[in-house]
């Protein structure tokens, strides 16, 4: 069974940080591109950053350069998202989601076969 399970998110103040997980069983980690994605109450899904370990492309959503790092673990088929100086617009359901076309694209939803259930992450003011 394919499964990807996110991790990490909370509640945080304004200028902290958090590291979320994403931990992706059941298909060969190897063969995809992992990349996050975000979607806040009423408003359209983001793409946030994604890594491909096989062209070394990374790729970050304008809103979270400087504060965002991907970074995967194949030994333990894991990527990680660490969200530092974190702002009241990052509040939002974190998703990941794995591309078998490897193609990075983080405005290209349907290249993605499958996606984890989400985790939370709200920002306080």
């Known amino acids: 069974e394919v499964q990807l399970v996110e991790s990490g998110g909370g509640l945080v103040q304004a200028g902290g940080s958090l590291r979320l997980s994403c931990a992706a069983s059941?298909?060969?980690?190897?063969?995809?591109?992992i990349a996050w994605f975000r979607q806040a109450p009423g408003k359209e899904r983001e793409g946030v950053s994604c890594f491909n370990k096989h062209d070394g492309r990374i790729d970050y959503a304008d809103s979270v350069k400087g504060r965002f790092t991907i970074s995967s673990d194949h030994a333990k088929n894991t990527v990680a998202l660490q969200m530092n100086n974190l702002k009241p617009d990052d509040t939002a359901v974190y998703y990941c989601?794995?591309?078998?076309?490897?193609?990075?694209?983080?405005?290209?939803?349907?290249?993605?076969?499958?996606w984890g259930q989400g985790t939370q992450v709200t920002v306080s003011a």
């Open positions: 059941g298909f060969t980690f190897d063969d995809y591109v």
């Open positions: 989601a794995a591309d078998p076309r490897r193609l990075c694209a983080l405005n290209i939803f349907s290249s993605y076969d499958y």
